[in-house]
């Protein structure tokens, strides 16, 4: 769940990283209460990149580039307005960012 969007998807689990009972918890990724796991965190993207129509994950020199490169995707003017509308309001912490 991304809590401060309030968005839950369902997503794929990678990785157990860390269980406060016991390593071998871990080393055998076996899933209780409390442990952190890892994530594929596409869904999340897709979201964000349909409802803010930003791509998480682009650097800013990069996305340039490669925006005339790949196919734009037709929306309305109305949806277009929409989303610049919610990514001037929309600060994205810095460390969550920087994990993209």
Same mark, same amino acid.
């Given at each position: 769940?991304?809590?401060?969007?309030?968005?839950?998807?369902?997503?794929?689990?990678?990785?157990?990283?860390?269980?406060?009972?016991?390593?071998?918890?871990?080393?055998?990724k076996?899933l209780?209460?409390?442990?952190?796991?890892?994530?594929?965190?596409?869904?999340?993207?897709?979201?964000?990149? =349909?409802?803010?129509?930003?791509? #998480?994950? &682009?650097? $800013?020199?990069? %996305? /340039?580039?490669? +925006?005339s490169?790949?196919?734009?995707? =037709?929306?309305?003017?109305?949806? #277009?307005? &929409?989303? $610049?509308?919610? %990514? /001037?309001?929309? +600060?994205?912490?810095?460390?969550?960012?920087?994990?993209?």
């Open positions: 769940a991304w809590g401060s969007e309030n968005v839950t998807k369902k997503v794929r689990i990678l990785d157990v990283v860390y269980n406060s009972t016991s390593n071998e918890l871990v080393r055998t076996t209780l209460k409390n442990t952190v796991v890892q994530i594929d965190a596409h869904p999340f993207m897709q979201f964000y990149q =349909k409802k803010y129509g930003q791509d #998480l994950g &682009k650097k $800013k020199k990069g %996305a /340039a580039g490669e +925006k490169e790949k196919e734009e995707v =037709k929306v309305s003017r109305h949806v #277009l307005f &929409k989303q $610049k509308a919610r %990514a /001037a309001r929309q +600060k994205l912490d810095a460390l969550l960012e920087e994990q993209f």
